[in-house]
């Protein structure tokens, strides 16, 4: 006679074997009618058994247990995981930047990096070199690649600050508009493949990359928000008139 059969009044009165299914520990025990409950001053109620303590817990207990908790640790886990860039993990996602600590600049440029089909990018003001070398970039892998820029921001006033990025545009071929029917048009956000979207105070230039306080938000694989965008972005571009080179 096992321990647990020593202890435990059920094993005892019926005086049978505890199944090997369930190792040393005994079935849940419910104590009969004519027993006294003097009789069962440590019994608890969980395990069947007598001063055991967890040595008589039955196994299957445990495997339950584990079963129950694995799947939603993992579930857990992956909620907020985000995704490996080059991924093809498709849920919605939130990324953030700054300047001038560079984040803000490095999160747009990897963005503009990570587009495989369509970039619309509207601007109010555009100088940076480094966000148009990545725009040429993505022009020459095959992505679609539209810039819409402010009219007096970028040619009207002192256009030599703009005038190399949107000329670098223009002869890779990239297709560039700008508008001119708002008292400013202020927009600064890409939409990409349809999908994803990058927006915030950042303006393309070197000032707001190097020296202005400014935050970048880029909200992936949300197609709702990316179609809220790229609507209008498009109503925009029919307002606005084809950029040729400038001299």
């Not at 129950?68 to 939130?94: H, I, M, N, Y």
């Not at 230039?205 to 965008?229: I, T």
Request: hydrophobic share 40%; glycine share 4%; net charge positive.
């Amino acid at each position: 006679m096992t321990r647990c059969q020593r202890r435990c009044p059920r094993c005892v009165q019926s005086k049978q074997p505890v199944p090997a299914s369930l190792g040393t520990g005994c079935l849940l025990y419910a104590p009969p009618a004519h027993l006294s409950p003097s009789l069962l001053p440590e019994l608890h109620p969980m395990t069947a058994c007598c001063k055991l303590r967890l040595r008589c817990i039955p196994w299957f207990f445990i495997a339950l247990l584990l079963a129950a908790t694995g799947p939603a640790q993992a579930d857990d886990r992956a909620r907020f995981q985000e995704p490996r860039p080059g991924s093809q993990d498709l849920r919605a996602t939130v990324s953030a930047g700054f300047s001038p600590d560079g984040s803000a600049e490095r999160l747009v440029l990897s963005t503009i990096a990570g587009a495989r089909h369509s970039i619309q990018l509207a601007a109010y003001s555009f100088t940076a070199s480094a966000v148009a070398k990545a725009l040429i970039a993505a022009h020459k892998r095959g992505v679609n690649v539209r810039v819409l820029l402010d009219w007096k921001t970028n040619f009207e006033d002192d256009r030599r600050y703009a005038r190399h990025a949107v000329n670098a545009l223009l002869l890779a071929g990239v297709a560039v508009r700008s508008i001119d029917v708002y008292p400013i048009f202020h927009d600064k956000f890409m939409v990409i493949d349809g999908r994803s979207v990058q927006t915030g105070s950042y303006n393309y230039s070197v000032s707001a990359a190097r020296y202005n306080a400014e935050n970048v938000l880029v909200v992936r694989n949300d197609p709702a928000v990316a179609e809220a965008y790229a609507h209008h972005w498009e109503t925009n571009w029919q307002l606005g008139r084809v950029v040729k080179p400038s001299p």
